[in-house]
């Protein structure tokens, strides 16, 4: 599996967490690598994504503002800064990448997936 979370964890609203997004065998020059979460019994929904091929960058409005996508191509990371933590943030947060494509990627254009981090948020 290229693609490996870690990050996640329990926290109080108002804390931040720093999501990471370990790939494996690929370039991130050539990906798009995007965050999804899915908090149970509700759709899962992309959040951010960034590409290495044309350096755009995608936010959900529901997180524009709280959240920050970035890249390390040193530790070769896709990282998601994720601050003032609310309840409603609680889901698994998943990574995926697309070979070769902007930020705005189709759901079914991702070719690898992560197998997920848990955030938790609750008082």
């Known amino acids: 599996v290229p693609l490996v979370e870690s990050g996640g964890g329990l926290v109080q609203p108002g804390e931040s967490l720093r999501l990471s997004c370990a790939v494996a065998?690929?370039?991130?020059?050539?990906?798009?690598v995007g965050w999804f979460r899915q908090a149970p019994g509700k759709e899962r929904e992309e959040v951010s994504c960034?590409?290495?091929?044309?350096?755009?960058?995608f936010y959900a409005d529901s997180v524009k503002g709280r959240f920050t996508i970035s890249s390390d191509s040193d530790k070769n990371t896709v990282n998601l800064q994720i601050n003032n933590l609310k309840p409603e943030d609680t889901a698994t947060y998943y990574c995926?990448?697309?070979?070769?494509?902007?930020?705005?990627?189709?759901?079914?254009?991702?070719?690898?997936w992560g197998q997920g981090t848990q955030v938790t948020v609750s008082s």
């Open positions: 960034i590409s290495g091929v044309d350096g755009s960058i």
């Open positions: 065998g690929l370039t991130l020059d050539d990906y798009a």
């Open positions: 995926a990448a697309a070979y070769g494509l902007g930020s705005r990627v189709l759901v079914d254009e991702y070719e690898y």
